[in-house]
């Protein structure tokens, strides 16, 4: 499957909720999710009812979209998390949200997660010191993760720190906003990811 390049809004749309895919934007009352609270389309406010498996497809799809993972990587995920003990459903979970640039979006290095994964392939993110370019890279508990001297000063980084500040970091990370910094104190559980996900249901997909 190739990478989508269409209005990003239009896939919150679709998924009926927010996704968080344009960043300050996604918090304003210009969000056409507000705004147009309807799939897209001209059929999108008179669709019919939804079968179990179109439900548990469209969570999957909600899912991968929020995270921006291809299909492919996330059947690998999913495989990941079925052959790791523990609940596949949360470890699928845990599994996207240590991704570097989730990490990164997280701690506010990025206004949305694509703009905190394009900060992550240009280079500007270290990891315990070392400069990781791998949006993918799987974050440790206890792993420092920081803005790289260079790009201390671009005032997208800054302003998006500044943003997530306002609103709160995450409970599992520790964040120095003055140095750019921040740690990974613990994995996230469950409760710590977003409530509205129904990560069950694509275990149930998968396992057809």
Not at 104 to 117: Q, V
Not at 173 to 189: F, R
Request: net charge positive.
């Amino acid at each position: 499957m190739a990478k989508y390049t269409g209005p990003s809004c239009r896939l919150c749309r679709r998924e009926g909720g927010k996704l968080f895919l344009k960043g300050e934007k996604c918090f304003s009352d210009k969000c056409p999710v507000s705004i147009r609270a309807y799939a897209p389309g001209q059929h999108g406010q008179r669709r019919g009812r939804v079968s179990e498996y179109g439900g548990q497809l469209r969570e999957k799809q909600k899912i991968r979209r929020i995270y921006g993972v291809l299909e492919g990587q996330f059947r690998r995920y999913f495989q990941r998390a079925s052959q790791t003990r523990g609940v596949t459903g949360e470890l699928l979970l845990r599994f996207l949200e240590l991704r570097l640039d989730n990490v990164a979006y997280r701690l506010g290095f990025g206004a949305s997660r694509a703009e905190a994964r394009q900060v992550v392939r240009h280079g500007h993110i270290l990891v315990n010191g070392r400069r990781v370019d791998i949006p993918s890279y799987q974050v440790r508990a206890g792993d420092v993760v920081s803005v790289a001297e260079g790009a201390r000063a671009h005032m997208r980084i800054v302003s998006a720190v500044e943003a997530v500040a306002g609103r709160g970091f995450p409970e599992w990370v520790s964040m120095d906003t003055a140095e750019l910094k921040g740690t990974i104190k613990a994995v996230p559980v469950r409760e710590d990811i977003a409530p509205d996900l129904n990560e069950q249901v694509v275990v149930e997909l998968y396992s057809k």
